[in-house]
């Protein structure tokens, strides 16, 4: 069964950074998707990051371009979420999710692709952001 453990949420000021880490266990194939997506009541889920373990591609939300980073830790099987300047827009729950990768075909050679990280397969119990003023 595969389960994925978020932690790092918290309360900061505007302007503030905060880290939030997801450990995937349970999970048998060589390559996955991980990545965050978050959710404010009454919204729709937003996908804020997602890297790719085997080549370390990764997508940002255009809300989040130059502020959050995701990075991994593939040999821990951990995924980060680097949060910089951070806006009371940032408060949501974030979720970390994971997915198995897609086969896409390009110049003729199957790549290992990502499908938008809202529809992924996995997801964990969620961590809360919240970002004052």
């Known amino acids: 069964q595969v389960q994925l453990v978020e932690s790092g949420g918290g309360s900061v000021q505007t302007g503030g950074s905060l880290r939030l880490s997801c450990t995937v266990s349970g999970y048998r194939d060589s390559t996955i998707c991980m990545g965050w997506v978050r959710q404010v009541p009454g919204k729709e889920r937003e996908g804020v990051a997602r890297i790719l373990s085997d080549n370390g591609d990764t997508f940002l939300a255009d809300s989040v371009k130059g502020r959050f980073t995701i990075s991994q830790d593939k040999g821990k099987s951990t995924v980060f979420l680097q949060m910089n300047s951070l806006s009371p827009e940032d408060t949501a729950m974030y979720y970390c999710?994971?997915?198995?990768?897609?086969?896409?075909?390009?110049?003729?050679?199957?790549?290992?692709?990502?499908?938008?990280?809202?529809?992924?397969?996995?997801r964990g119990q969620g961590t809360q952001v919240t970002v004052s003023s």
């Open positions: 999710v994971a997915d198995q990768p897609m086969l896409a075909y390009s110049s003729g050679r199957a790549v290992n692709t990502c499908r938008p990280p809202p529809g992924f397969q996995y």
